[in-house]
């Protein structure tokens, strides 16, 4: 067990190289004269070579890679041409609202995608069923960001129940942070959840069909008893897989929903950024929700060798 | 590849054609490919037509007219330009289309070429892979965003941000089935006969690895034309005054209370698309390829 997870967190670092290298190559994208961008039209000559100067952008470039991974290595992702601060610090004060918001739709999507996915298998091929799936379908072919939008028209601002955006802290008033997050949350939640639900259905079509239910089915044992302490245990195993993919999508997801509900967290810190030419932010916020991407990669990997010994053996 | 690859191999491409007919004559006649085909073709001719379907120039402002509700004169209503929703709605959907199948056949080719390279050529593997799974542990719309921003906004940048971001998962795909299918007997077999690589892989392999690259096709397309409205929506896309269904949002956005249909008719286009993908899509899986029936 340590050995596998010993080489599990080895196969991240190649991983880590690559995105590392790709996220300092980005500023190779940026068309052009990245000083003139920065500074913008009206900038003087002595103004575009100080900023060369000051993003040694006048260095040649494998100098700039090797200066770039000596202060990655120590942890330090650079300096904010505006914020005039650390990337590090920056990025990092936003964290909390932004894993907070992924975190709170992970667990309304998996609770209801469960449930959701448990309800269609369960009712196999009537129109419980159908309208579950239609309703997954649907789900995923929102996209989220404008479902946030129809969820500020409807809640915010009809109802009045939510407020249209912004953010409360938590240590400010726990309530009050509950409000903020709610929407966000929920629209977030609500694309997943159909993911979620088609694949908790199939998996458990597929464990219904099983010898081991039809045993348990034959020496009486109540159905719901089969249902849940068998089928479901089983079928809920590969869905440990689909956590781990879709906290990407959710990392992602964030992004456009915190612009969304103006919430101060990472994505739109990027996205400020990317409007504002603040490459080093850019740079930061993506190396660093990869990096998380990554981990929780290796522990989902990891959580499912322990709730499935089998994969253990087989690798 | 040896010279072979410059000739056009017939009996290789009729493997492809048979392949093709045998998987598609059955998708044809299953029920979710022809409801989702029908929604979707209705989609697709409204865009192709749009010059034609579309009652008003979607750039012209018209003053008298400014965020109108729905009526008989602007169905979906106006925007703060007095524009007519319905006619940038029909543009926009025609922009996300053309995105997604520029994406679709840039990720295919690409997809195609990595994936048989690393899954065919052993020391190409470990190597490519790498740099693939690198690009995977972004999370897809964020790398997007970040290489559409940086590239600059356009059409095209739109599309190849979206390449970047989702060839690696259909090369990983392709590669899955590459290194299955290399080692069948009857590649085996027709290695003994002193077949060429290049025939190996134009005729014995790729025809069969064919079907789960159609069903993440299918995928690409609905993603991307998700990802290129977020695209727009945050400014990073193709830019103002084209419509893009992204972009209509946004401007939408700021009118939410007093002018709702703004926001809310462009978002039903890309839901109906979208849908109508994902049913072909989720028919084409369960024909062409029962092994991906449980994801």
Redo the contacts between chains.
């Keep these: 067990m340590t050995r596998y997870i010993l080489s599990r967190v080895l196969s991240a670092v190649p991983v880590l190289f690559v995105v590392s290298l790709v996220t300092f190559l980005l500023m190779w994208l940026v068309p052009g004269d990245v000083a003139s961008q920065i500074a913008g039209p009206d900038a003087t000559a002595a103004e575009l070579e100080a900023i060369r100067q000051r993003l040694q952008l006048d260095q040649p470039i494998h100098i700039q890679a090797f200066r770039w991974y000596g202060n990655l290595l120590q942890g330090d992702l650079g300096q904010s041409y505006l914020l005039h601060r650390s990337v590090v610090d920056a990025v990092f004060e936003r964290l909390p609202v932004t894993l907070s918001l992924a975190f709170m739709s992970l667990v309304l999507a998996v609770i209801f995608g469960v449930l959701l996915g448990v309800l269609a298998a369960t009712n196999h091929n009537n129109w419980i069923d159908q309208v579950t799936m239609a309703g997954a379908l649907l789900g995923l072919s929102l996209p989220d960001f404008w479902f946030g939008l129809v969820l500020i028209f409807f809640f915010a601002v009809g109802m009045g129940w939510f407020p249209t955006g912004g953010y409360t802290p938590f240590t400010e008033s726990p309530l009050g942070w509950l409000r903020s997050m709610t929407l966000p949350a929920c629209t977030l939640a609500f694309t997943q959840m159909g993911v979620i639900a088609r694949m908790v259905r199939s998996s458990m079509l597929e464990q219904m069909g099983q010898d081991y239910i039809r045993t348990a089915k034959a020496k009486g044992l109540p159905r719901g008893l089969v249902l849940f302490k068998h089928a479901l245990r089983n079928a809920l195993i590969p869905v440990i897989t689909l956590v781990g993919i879709m906290t990407g999508l959710l990392l992602g997801g964030t992004v456009v929903i915190e612009v969304v509900y103006s919430l101060p967290g990472v994505g739109r810190l990027i996205i400020g950024a990317i409007q504002n030419r603040d490459y080093p932010i850019v740079q930061g916020g993506l190396l660093m929700t990869a990096g998380i991407f990554v981990f929780v990669n290796i522990a989902v990997d990891i959580l499912y060798t322990i709730v499935d010994p089998r994969v253990r053996n087989d690798r | 590849m040896t010279a072979e690859a410059g000739v056009p191999d017939i009996s290789a491409t009729r493997a492809w054609v048979a392949r093709l007919k045998l998987g598609l004559g059955t998708a044809a006649r299953h029920r979710s490919i022809q409801v989702g085909g029908v929604l979707f073709g209705f989609i697709v001719l409204l865009a192709i037509f749009a010059d034609l379907i579309a009652p008003f120039d979607p750039n012209k402002n018209n003053f008298r007219a400014l965020l109108s509700a729905p009526d008989a004169v602007n169905i979906f209503g106006t925007d703060a330009f007095g524009r007519d929703i319905l006619s940038r709605v029909i543009h926009g959907t025609r922009l996300s289309l053309l995105v997604g199948l520029l994406v679709v056949v840039a990720t295919g080719i690409l997809g195609v070429i990595v994936g048989t390279f690393t899954g065919y050529v052993r020391w190409l593997d470990g190597p490519v892979m ?2 693939m ?3 995977m ?7 997007a ?3 559409a ?4 906004p356009s059409v095209s940048n739109a599309a190849l941000a979206l390449t970047i971001t989702f060839t690696p998962r259909t090369a990983r795909i392709v590669r899955g089935s590459v290194l299955v299918l290399r080692e069948m007997p009857y590649v085996e077999a027709a290695k003994a006969c002193g077949a060429s690589h290049a025939r190996i892989v134009l005729k014995h392999i790729l025809p069969n690895a064919l079907p789960p690259l159609i069903v993440q096709l299918t995928f690409v397309f ?1 993603v991307s034309i ?1 990802a290129e ?2 695209l727009s ?4 896309g193709p830019p103002p005054p084209t419509p893009s269904l992204g972009n209509i ?1 946004a401007e ?2 700021s009118y ?2 007093e002018a ?1 249909w703004v ?2 008719m ?2 039903i286009a ?2 109906m698309t ?2 109508g993908l ?2 072909i899509g ?1 028919g084409l899986r369960d024909t062409l390829d029962p092994r991906l ?3």
């Design positions: 790498r740099v799974d690198g690009l542990a972004f999370p897809g719309i964020l790398l965003i970040a290489l921003a940086v590239l600059g609905s998700l409205a977020v929506f945050m400014g990073v949002i939408g956005r939410i209370q709702p926001a809310l462009p978002g890309i839901a979208v849908l994902n049913i989720d029936r449980n994801l």
